[in-house]
């Protein structure tokens, strides 16, 4: 594997670890999962660099919106479960346990 | 120069470790910045610097701002940075995990070399990544206007999730 794409797959690992590892924060947590939007990101544009398509260009830019849309929808859960809870912590979250 | 992108490459790879240590968030997103800036470095040192400065406008001005702005509802009173002994724990685990992961599926010992760019010098008029994007209102319009439909929708979505007071998604009251 070249080390660049060595450098965001394991940026996609270490961050998806860490979302399934998450302590006390659920903004932690989102961080966590902008980490792997933004590691996706970089690994979409090496595509049209290496393969010289000007068209795959468009994907990344794509991507770049969903995520911004994951990103705002994330943070109005956060703040709904702010109000609801008191904080962010997520072992608050524990309705469905028995 | 071929090592510089491979120093920004690291550097990429230690934000994300940082973040992905969950320390408090305030420190997490100081790990995201440098993730980002990292990034957008090495995509800039590669050629494409139209992409590079749409990640930087749009990731780190728009949603890495709001994120610092709701940062402050995990305020607690003895935030946890890398110095903590759990957070550094996490990381160094998490380190092992990618390292053992990485000798054992061989990576390590074949390395190949080399950095493919989009200098455009010879026969193309027009550089790679800004005709590329630009192919986005032209060719791939229906994509660009379900693109736009999406944010639309995710804003009425957000207002909602958030409306509270008997109307809202998550409420106790």
């Known amino acids: ?98 | 120069m071929t090592y510089f992108v491979f120093f920004l490459g690291a550097c990429f790879v230690i934000g994300i470790l940082g973040v992905a240590s969950n320390p408090s968030p305030y420190y997490g997103v100081v790990g995201l910045v440098l993730a980002s800036v990292a990034g957008c470095g090495w995509l800039l040192s590669l050629g494409v610097s139209f992409v590079a400065l749409v990640l930087f406008m749009v990731y780190l001005g728009g949603m890495l701002v709001v994120f610092v702005y709701s940062v402050a509802l995990a305020a607690e009173p003895f935030p946890e940075a890398w110095g903590d002994w759990r957070v550094a724990g996490y990381a160094g685990a998490l380190a092992a995990v990618v390292l053992v992961g990485l000798v054992l599926g061989g990576v390590v010992g074949s390395w190949g070399f080399g950095v493919v760019t989009v200098d455009s010098v010879g026969m193309f008029v027009v550089r790679l990544d800004f005709s590329g994007v630009a192919m986005l209102y032209s060719r791939g319009v229906g994509m660009f206007l379900v693109a736009g439909w999406g944010l639309l929708l995710t804003l009425f979505v957000v207002l909602e999730l958030v409306r509270g007071l008997s109307r809202g998604a998550i409420r106790a009251v």
């Open chain 1, 1 to 98: 594997m070249s080390p660049l794409h060595l450098s965001f797959y394991s940026a996609f690992v270490l961050s998806r670890l860490g979302l399934a590892f998450h302590r006390t924060h659920l903004v932690s947590a989102l961080l966590c999962l902008e980490n792997i939007m933004l590691s996706m990101f970089v690994g979409l544009t090496m595509w049209p660099i290496e393969n010289q398509t000007p068209s795959f260009t468009i994907v990344p830019i794509i991507i770049l919106t969903f995520s911004a849309c994951e990103a705002g929808t994330g943070l109005a859960i956060l703040v709904a479960s702010t109000r609801t809870h008191g904080s962010d912590h997520l072992h608050n979250l524990n309705l469905l346990q028995s």
